[in-house]
């Protein structure tokens, strides 16, 4: 059975610290597909970013980064110099290749990320 | 922008009432997906469709049941509510293109439902 941990409930950071969101996953599936999301006090998740499994490079959109280790089966997430409105729940996901549509996700519990002024 | 609306922010019923919500897209997507949120477990998918009339369980789906009669829109039912189904309700949609792997799926606002 796939599984997502994100052992990290709460995270508490003053504005402009970096902060580091844990993502660790388990499958038996040789391909597939890791997802970031972000819930702001709205309730909305907003996409930010899908990755594969065959491509390893970590990548960098603005502040925010991502490093991908296949070996430790792990996806974190870091936030760089973070500002207020990155206050949010941040969700991990994994998705499964096996079902006929092949698109359901396993979502990990959420870090809930709270940026301080 | 792909768009994804549900009917309620906040609805409120009682034991035993039968509830509806209302999940609808407005990019021709023809996967569907009803999760719930709950704190510390995440989102756990109730249901899905892949296509008008199609449906297949997700990893929760007792007590729950759904609807698809049309492709922009997605019902999930609460035969009879029961108070451990008090949660946040989320949809989301997405593409199918089996060929690139799974789609990246779009969130709507969320129903907060609480049953009494």
């Known amino acids: 059975a796939q599984k997502v941990t994100q052992a990290q409930t709460e995270i508490s950071v003053v504005e402009k610290e970096d902060v580091t969101l844990d993502c660790v996953y388990e499958?038996?599936?040789?391909?597939?597909?890791l997802f970031w999301y972000k819930q702001p006090p709205s309730g909305e998740l907003v996409f930010l970013i899908r990755?594969?499994?065959?491509?390893?490079q970590n990548e960098i959109s603005g502040r925010y980064s991502w490093n991908f280790q296949k070996s430790t089966s792990s996806f974190n997430f870091t936030i760089t110099a973070s500002q207020v409105v990155d206050s949010a729940v941040y969700f991990c996901?994994?998705?499964?290749?096996?079902?006929?549509?092949?698109?359901?996700?396993?979502f990990g519990g959420g870090t809930r990320v709270l940026v301080k002024p | 922008d792909v768009k994804v609306t549900q009917s309620s922010r906040y609805l409120v019923k009682r034991t035993g009432e039968k509830v509806f919500l209302e999940c609808v897209q407005d990019?021709?997507?023809?996967?569907m997906f009803w999760y719930r949120q709950d704190p510390g477990l995440g989102l756990r998918l109730i249901y899905f469709?892949?296509?008008?009339?199609?449906?297949e369980k997700g990893d929760i789906p007792e007590g729950y049941s759904v609807s698809r009669e049309k492709k922009e829109r997605f019902s999930l039912i609460l035969e009879s509510a029961s108070t451990n189904q008090t949660s946040m309700y989320l949809c989301?949609?997405?593409?199918?293109?089996?060929?690139?792997?799974?789609?990246?799926?779009?969130f709507g606002p969320g129903t907060r439902l609480t049953v009494l």
């Open positions: 989301a949609s997405s593409p199918s293109n089996r060929d690139r792997g799974p789609e990246t799926q779009y």
């Open positions: 499958t038996r599936d040789t391909t597939y597909y």
């Open positions: 990755r594969n499994s065959f491509d390893e």
């Open positions: 996901a994994l998705s499964d290749l096996r079902q006929a549509a092949g698109n359901k996700l396993t």
């Open positions: 990019m021709d997507h023809e996967n």
């Open positions: 469709s892949y296509d008008v009339k199609m449906k």
